[in-house]
């Protein structure tokens, strides 16, 4: 049966009541140690008899004569003292640790509330009735070591917890322990944590109107880490999550933000058919049709029409510039380099819908390319499948159509024969009807 539920022994509430006020006199006198002693017989009377509310009462007065008295090794010491008792009554343990984490922003140094806190986090490790408790008072050490700019030590603090096992944390400050883990592994440079943290949390919990914070600090996080990786179409799946929140939909200059970036991304993803398929979605969105330009430079992507790169440079380049996307930093550099690749790729699949032969000197005018550069671009295209091409050197040709199986082209005759002798079929037999019908209408004249 659950402590907190069951029924005293013996209630003694009464002796509670008149011991408690006597002690707080002698250690208002200067004997605080005497004031505590004359406490611990019926602490233990009240923990034997099961009575939880006294002996709640008793183990937080130890905590507060102490508090009042000023004596904070004492405090840290009646504390794991309390908590190692034989028959210990877990509620009243809990609240006893409780009450002296209620003390912590009051130590009167940095120094005491490290040693409070590390001696609360020893009376609390391997009990699961104080786990919450313990996870708290590690964040608190965390933050504690992240303002003393001790990032990785931070860091290494937070990640003994394994939060998302506890039972009897909120699922709401789960995810927040969560995201600081991600938060704290991003900004120590190890990735692959922060992406193996990341899968701890259910992306359904964000459902709920009254999560859509910690939804936008998770996908905050994810754009980070998608942007270290260069994985732009996940960039912009994630800027999309943080779009289709209704607290940046009614915020103009917010949605308008978050709706560049989108498109942005979405233009620097590699073509395959999702790449495709979320393009021709975003330029659906109504709200595009306030941002003309961007508008345009999605309408480029989706129309199967060349684009040369010094147009595009000179139409769209201040705006993409004047972005932290394609700013003048090494990454934004990066970007705006595979910017120029992905308008070559789409000009590449152009050319191969449209041509089935072409010279390579045809291609490098058409591509603003050299030789070199337009047969590099068109190998990678081939390898990932998006085009077919062969192409020879020797000639300096380039063909688009694959060569069809032998099969394919006898059974495609065979249709071509099959619908060839329908037709003089049906020819003759049209045929053969006007014959009958101008036989009847001479015998009648």
């Known amino acids: 049966m659950d402590e907190a539920l ?8 009464a002796q509670t009541d008149a011991q408690l006020p006597i002690a707080e006199k002698t250690a208002k006198s200067g004997a605080l140690v005497d004031a505590l002693e004359s406490l611990a017989p019926l602490e233990k009377l009240t923990r034997n008899g099961a009575d939880t509310a006294s002996n709640t009462r008793i183990l937080v007065a130890n905590v507060t004569l102490c508090y009042a008295a000023g004596d904070w090794k004492l405090l840290g010491e009646r504390v794991v003292l309390l908590s190692k008792k034989h028959g210990l009554l877990k509620p009243a343990v809990t609240k006893m640790i409780q009450e002296a984490m209620a003390l912590l922003d009051k130590a009167p140094n940095m120094a005491t509330k490290l040693e409070l806190i590390e001696t609360l986090r020893t009376v609390t490790d391997g009990k699961i009735f104080v786990e919450v408790e313990r996870a708290r008072l590690t ?11 001790k990032i990785a030590e931070a860091c290494d603090i937070l990640q003994e917890l394994q939060v998302e096992t506890f039972g009897s944390m909120e699922k709401r400050e789960k995810t927040e322990f969560i995201l600081d883990q991600m938060r ?30 910690l939804k ?9 880490l998608s942007t270290h990786e260069s994985n732009h179409l996940n960039t912009c799946k994630y ?22 970036n989108v498109v942005f991304f979405i233009i620097l993803s590699p073509y395959d058919n999702e790449q495709s398929d979320l393009i021709h979605r975003i330029y659906e969105d109504s709200n595009l049709e306030k941002t003309p330009l961007l508008k345009d430079l999605v309408k480029c992507f989706i129309t199967n029409e060349l684009m040369r790169w010094p147009k595009i440079e000179e139409i769209y380049g201040p705006t993409l510039k004047a972005t932290n996307v394609f700013d003048k930093s090494e990454a934004g550099q990066k970007r705006l380099k595979a910017l120029h690749e992905r308008v070559i ?19 490098t005018q058409l591509l603003d390319l ?7 671009f068109l190998s990678k295209l081939v390898v990932s499948k998006t085009i077919y091409a062969k192409m020879d050197r020797p000639a300096g040709v380039i063909n688009f159509v694959p060569r069809k199986n032998p099969n394919v082209v006898l ?19 049209l045929i053969a009807k006007e014959e009958m019908v101008a036989s009847i209408t001479e015998s009648k004249n």
């Not at 704290?184 to 709920?208: C, G, M, P, V, Y």
């Not at 936008?216 to 980070?224: G, H, L």
Request: proline fraction near 2%; charged fraction near 35%.
């Open 411 to 429: 059974n495609e005759w065979s249709s071509n024969i099959s619908q060839l002798l329908g037709l003089i079929s049906k020819t003759t037999h």
């Open 139 to 149: 964040r608190t050490l965390s933050k504690i070591r992240e303002d003393e700019g």
């Open 345 to 363: 790729e789409h000009n590449v699949r152009v050319i191969a819908k449209y041509y089935t032969r072409i010279s390579v000197k045809r291609l």
């Open 184 to 213: 704290l592994s991003l900004a120590k440079n190890d990735h692959s944590r922060a992406q193996i943290t990341s899968r701890k949390i259910s992306t359904k919990f964000f459902e709920d109107p009254q999560q859509h914070d």
């Open 216 to 224: 936008i600090r998770f996908y905050e996080q994810m754009i980070q």
């Open 239 to 260: 800027f999309r999550h943080i779009y289709d929140t209704p607290r940046i939909k009614e915020n103009e200059k917010e949605w308008l933000r978050v709706l560049q």
């Open 370 to 376: 050299s030789a070199k550069d337009a047969e590099e």
């Open 6 to 13: 069951r029924k005293p022994e013996k209630d003694f509430s």
